[in-house]
Nanobody, 128 residues
Framework: QVQLVESGGGLVQAGGSLRLSCAAS????????MGWFRQAPGKEREFVAA????????YYADAVKGRFTISRDNAKKTVYLQMNSLNSEDTAVYYC?????????????????????WGQGTQVTVSS
């Protein structure tokens, strides 16, 4: 069993920054990729960013490209999401997710169904 625990959410003013963390644990944690998703009230959960553990390759949704950065610390089994230039549209619950198996194409990283494990989510609220 894999556990993912997010932290770092909170209230921030528009234009500000936050850094989210996702710590992975479990008897044997090994995943192909880690992703961040978010869900705003009344909306579907959407892809934000992903990183492949072994390669460090990163992928971003167009809405956050250039503002958000995903990174990982292999030794700590932790993934980060640095969020800069936040605006009200970034307000959502942010979820960390792990994809256990290698994916046949990078486009699959953008899909919720590719991920096997999910964290409980952390709230990010951006005030204007």
């Amino acid at each position: 069993q894999v556990q993912l625990v997010e932290s770092g959410g909170g209230l921030v003013q528009a234009g500000g920054s936050l850094r989210l963390s996702c710590a992975a644990s479990g008897r044997t944690f090994s995943s192909y990729a880690m992703g961040w998703f978010r869900q705003a009230p009344g909306k579907e959960r959407e892809f934000v960013a992903a990183i492949i553990w072994s390669l460090g390759s990163t992928y971003y949704a167009d809405a956050v490209k250039g503002r958000f950065t995903i990174s990982r610390d292999n030794a700590k089994k932790t993934v980060y999401l640095q969020m800069n230039s936040l605006n009200s549209e970034d307000t959502a619950v942010y979820y960390c997710a792990a994809a256990s198996n290698r994916l046949s194409g990078s486009y699959l990283l953008f899909r919720l169904q590719s991920y096997d494990y999910w964290g409980q989510g952390t709230q990010v609220t951006v005030s204007s």
